[in-house]
């Protein structure tokens, strides 16, 4: 067995499990081991928050691409609603008088 080149090993952002650098998926947990940097475009080891190229942290980026549109949508619901409701009564205003 030759086990002699430990470069090429990434480690999991979310279980801390090694998963070989040619991997895209955790072969634990099935997470995505590199992110794309927003900043400069670089992919680079999830488990790292700071890009090495240009140092942005990228760290609350993950859990934005999870939200689905829908959840998004939800998010506004209360505020659309609320604007609805001022609509209408401005509606209601104006056809009164
Ligand atoms: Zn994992
Ligand atoms: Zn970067």
């Not at 090429?8 to 279980?15: E, N, Y």
């Amino acid at each position: 067995m030759a086990g002699n080149s430990n470069t090429g090993r990434v480690q999991c952002g979310k279980c801390r499990a090694h998963n070989e650098a040619s991997r895209n998926k955790c072969r634990s947990c099935g997470g995505h081991l590199y992110l794309i940097c927003r900043k400069c475009r670089q992919k680079f080891a999830r488990f790292l928050d700071l890009c090495p190229s240009c140092g942005e942290n990228n760290h609350h980026h993950r859990d934005v691409s999870k939200e689905t549109r829908l959840q998004k949508l939800w998010r506004k619901a209360p505020q659309l609603i609320f604007y609805l409701i001022l609509l209408a009564f401005l509606y209601f205003v104006f056809t009164l008088f």
